[in-house]
Nanobody, 113 residues
Framework: QVQLVESGGGLVQGGGSLRLSCAAS????????IGWYRQAPGKQRELVAV???????NYAGSVRGRFAISRDNAKSTVYLQMNSLKPEDTAVYYC???????WGQGTQVTVSS
């Protein structure tokens, strides 16, 4: 059974930092691209960052320079370091694999102004 479990969310003041983790089980992630997405209330889910199996990264323009995605294949975990957080970063954050497609349950990030 494949599981993706996000953790590390919480309430933080604007300008603060959080590190999210996506722990995978039942699947070998080393050969897979992993993405972080977020969904704010009343908005569509959007891509935040993605990391390929070779470590190539891509970011949404709104987070580039503030967020960093990384992976530790030995721990089957992908991270999202979020710095200089803004209230507009408030959302539920999800990780996913692409082939096959699996999603985690999400972790809430709330940034106060």
């Amino acid at each position: 059974q494949v599981q993706l479990v996000e953790s590390g969310g919480g309430l933080v003041q604007g300008g603060g930092s959080l590190r999210l983790s996506c722990a995978a089980s039942g699947i070998i992630i080393s050969a897979k691209s992993i993405g972080w997405y977020r969904q704010a209330p009343g908005k569509q889910r959007e891509l935040v960052a993605v990391i390929s199996s070779t470590g190539t990264t891509n970011y949404a323009g709104s987070v580039r320079g503030r967020f960093a995605i990384s992976r530790d294949n030995a721990k089957s975990t992908v991270y999202l370091q979020m710095n200089s957080l803004k209230p507009e970063d408030t959302a539920v954050y999800y990780c996913r694999t692409y082939v096959p497609e699996y999603w985690g349950q999400g972790t809430q990030v709330t940034v106060s102004s």
